[in-house]
């Protein structure tokens, strides 16, 4: 079955640029998406096919995807974004449909 | 705006089944494609299924397939999500969500899912 790996953890200072990896073979012709899910709450999309960001998400969440690595990348992070981070993409068919681990930011 | 109202959580033997429901509003339903996800406690997300806008095409993870059975009616806004022969790990919060670029886009609030004898 096809896996995405994120890294378990990861923290910043505020203000500091957070930066949250996914790794999977199939990212070089797949799209990766990020969602943020804070405590009790549904997930949110924050940036879908690879770099593009949804209405409402603010600037400093920003995507990149090069080789089998995909990146989110937020700039001058706040401790609003504290929060458990997922990748989410395919395999090369398209059949398989997964979420990666999850990746929890930490801002203090 | 759009909401996802989800139903039909609750407490189930193993090997029994459950049926949930989800009810759209707020964007056209029989236009979207729609998925299940769901969380066990403490854990990560979990792709279930996906249901094209028409219902003509599905798919599944493979923790669930032959199990789960993802439907929907476009008259009456509500997607189905089908769980048969339920076991221990399927306890969960089940989300549903509306496709947007290929992605569970706007999510619901999710309904709890504990099987336990």
């Known amino acids: 079955s096809y896996e995405l790996t994120q890294p378990p953890s990861v923290s910043v200072s505020p203000g500091q640029t957070a930066r949250i990896t996914c790794s999977g073979d199939a990212l070089p012709k797949k799209y990766a998406y990020w969602y943020q899910q804070k405590s009790g709450q549904a997930p949110v999309l924050v940036i879908y096919?690879?770099?593009k960001r949804p209405s409402g998400i603010p600037e400093r969440f920003s995507g990149s995807s090069s080789g089998t690595m995909a990146t989110l990348t937020i700039s001058g992070a706040q401790v609003e974004d504290e929060a458990d981070y997922y990748c989410?993409?395919?395999?090369?068919?398209?059949?398989?449909?997964?979420f990666g681990g999850g990746t929890k930011l930490t801002v203090l | 705006q759009v909401q996802l109202v989800e139903s039909g959580g609750g407490v189930v033997q193993p090997g029994r089944s459950l049926r949930l429901s989800c009810a759209a509003s707020g964007f056209t339903f029989s236009s979207y494609g729609m998925h299940w996800v769901r969380q066990a406690p403490g854990k990560g997300l979990e792709w279930v299924a996906v249901i094209s806008y028409d219902g003509s095409n599905r798919n599944y993870g493979d923790s669930v397939k032959g199990r789960f059975t993802i439907s929907r009616d476009n008259s009456k806004n509500t997607l189905y999500l089908q769980m048969n022969s339920l076991r221990v790990e399927d306890t969960a919060v089940y989300y549903c969500?509306?496709?947007?670029?290929?992605?569970?886009?706007?999510w619901g609030q999710g309904t709890l899912v504990t099987v336990s004898s």
């Open positions: 096919e690879d770099s």
């Open positions: 969500a509306k496709d947007t670029n290929d992605s569970p886009g706007d």
């Open positions: 989410y993409s395919t395999d090369s068919s398209g059949n398989h449909v997964v």
